[in-house]
């Protein structure tokens, strides 16, 4: 049977509900069957089936024991996986599928079905791969796999499979599964045929990813297996997968070697108000997935905010921010990018957070231009502690590094000095003329008088609710409408997600960390300050401008 073929009619009877990025993603494969490129191989993808469905079975209540019979939806995605392959070689069309769903619908069982399958079908001498962000959550993959093959007398007969405290591995072929994770200490020397990354959500950077990729590189068809729920971590591994299957999915990018197949709802809205949604996220719904869980966590989502923001981000798939945040993810994503000569020969406003040694010091220049709100920030951190930063912090600085969003000074404090020479290059270079720059005067008495004697009018904006309160709420505004563009700068982007809203008893606000000194503001404090000396000129910008 042609599994994919069969889902796809059900989607279109109304018998099965996805969401819209899924349905264009299988239009796109249906289209491909009659592709003169491809050949579509079912028995490829039904050995795999067959081979998961005869001898694993499922090790967690209330299935423990029971035989491992494959959801549609499963045996849909393993055909396509494996099945398309390219006319002229022959070989497997994709080496990477990304699979996004939401939790409780059996992931984890799945992903260790294709890993014990993979091992017992491989040719020798291969290394099987479960991954996550943590050597925790890879060994939660890990004793799946092991307590699945236990379940099973065939697959743990000595002379087949055994097990010691490093990995599995086989005694004939010497194929081995063993665990990575981005907490493993060496990320090299291996030979993976298949990697299943798992739980992605967790991950800042690439570094498992790539060790896995890298690994394959002598491989004719590799294959990686991204699985993940939604989560609340911005700009980090699975933001930039989903982006880029995003705009396959759009058509501004072409990539036939990648399969998105992404559980998501189309909106907010419909999960309150239509429950047959549900099966949008949720495609094992009704089977291991139980409605009765999703209508009592849906009731108590209600009254409690935390509840409320797990539920819709893990249990449908939409992105959310720590409880607590000043903005939702919503408000501050905006994906909007523009080429800095759009901005070139522009007036200008500036806000400046300076740091000099723990945090990041933030520059921010806003202009408005042909009636388009413009951000273009810049951050500066001591090269002496971005080891120590990269570790407690958690996100991508060296990566960050490399783009250029950071100017590294020597030492271990920052050097305020390269601000000065980044504001003279953004008016020598691109004529982008800040009229007043807003800074908080703490610790900035050597740099404003370079500042000053650059040519600068520099504007004292002290940190507190009497005047950053009006300028937030302003900014908030426009971050929820959309106004700003800031270049999807994934600094300022996470700063603005770390960032909470601290409310005094007349109902003024100011930035305040969220829950971590390990949570950088510095950007949305820049971005608040800017905001404050546009607030204070803005009659004399506005002439400056027209």
Not at 62 to 67: T, V
Not at 107 to 119: R, Y
Not at 449 to 473: C, N, W, Y
Request: hydrophobic share 35%; proline share 3%; with cysteine.
């Amino acid at each position: 049977m042609n599994y994919l073929v069969e889902y796809y009619k059900k989607i279109e009877s109304g018998d099965i509900i996805v969401g819209n990025e899924l349905k264009t993603e299988l239009n796109t494969l249906i289209t491909d069957l009659e592709n003169e490129k491809y050949i579509y191989d079912e028995s490829a993808g039904n050995l795999r089936i067959d081979f998961i469905e005869k001898f694993c079975k499922h090790t967690k209540s209330p299935f423990n024991g029971k035989p491992f019979i494959l959801e549609l939806w499963e045996k849909a995605l393993l055909q396509v996986a494996y099945g398309f392959k390219f006319k002229e070689t022959g070989l497997r069309r994709f080496n990477e599928v990304i699979l996004l769903i939401a939790r409780k619908n059996g992931k984890t069982t799945f992903v260790a079905g294709i890993d014990l399958s993979e091992f017992f079908l491989s040719r020798g001498g291969v290394d099987i791969v479960c991954a996550s962000n943590t050597n925790d959550q890879a060994s939660i993959l890990f004793e799946e796999i092991n307590n699945m093959r236990e379940q099973s007398k065939a697959l743990s007969k000595p002379n087949r499979s055994r097990k010691n405290i490093f990995y599995i591995y086989q005694p004939k072929t010497k194929n081995k599964i063993k665990k990575l994770s981005a907490q493993s200490r060496n990320l090299d020397g291996y030979n993976i045929e298949v990697g299943c990354i798992d739980e992605v959500h967790q991950m800042t950077d690439s570094k498992v990813y790539d060790a896995i990729k890298q690994s394959q590189s002598t491989k004719k068809e590799p294959l990686i297996f991204i699985i993940s729920t939604e989560g609340n971590v911005v700009g980090g591994f699975l933001d930039g997968k989903l982006d880029y299957c995003r705009k396959m999915l759009k058509g501004e990018i072409k990539d036939e070697r990648v399969l998105p197949w992404l559980y998501t709802q189309d909106s907010e809205e419909e999960i309150y108000k239509d429950k047959t949604s549900w099966q949008k996220s949720n495609p094992s719904l009704g089977n291991v997935k139980t409605f009765q869980y999703l209508e009592d966590i849906m009731n108590k989502s209600k009254n409690d905010l935390s509840t409320r923001l797990t539920m819709l981000c893990k249990d449908f798939n939409i992105k959310q921010l720590e409880s607590g945040s000043w903005l939702s993810f919503d408000d501050i994503n905006n994906e909007a990018i523009y080429a800095i000569d759009e901005i070139r020969d522009s007036y200008a406003v500036a806000g400046v957070d300076l740091s000099s040694t723990t945090d990041l010091t933030a520059v921010v220049l806003l202009s408005i231009k042909n009636g388009k709100h413009y951000v273009l920030p810049h951050f500066f951190m001591p090269s002496e502690v971005l080891e120590k930063r990269l570790q407690e912090d958690n996100v991508p600085y060296d990566i960050w590094v490399r783009k250029g969003f950071i100017t590294l000074s020597n030492g271990s404090q920052n050097d305020f000095s390269l601000v000065t020479h980044w504001f003279r290059q953004m008016v020598t270079e691109y004529d982008i003329r800040p009229l007043w720059v807003g800074y908080d005067p703490w610790n900035s008495e050597y740099w404003v008088k370079e500042m000053e004697d650059a040519g600068f009018t520099l504007e004292k904006i002290r940190q507190g609710v009497f005047t950053l309160s009006e300028p937030m709420k302003q900014l908030e505004a426009d971050l929820k409408n959309h106004i700003l563009n800031y270049n999807n700068n994934p600094i300022l982007k996470w700063c603005l997600a770390n960032t909470q809203a601290k409310i005094d008893v007349n109902g003024n606000i100011q930035p305040c960390k969220l829950n971590s000194k390990f949570k950088r503001i510095d950007g949305a404090v820049a971005l608040i300050i800017a905001y404050a000396v546009l607030n204070r000129y803005k009659k004399d910008y506005e002439v400056m401008v027209s």
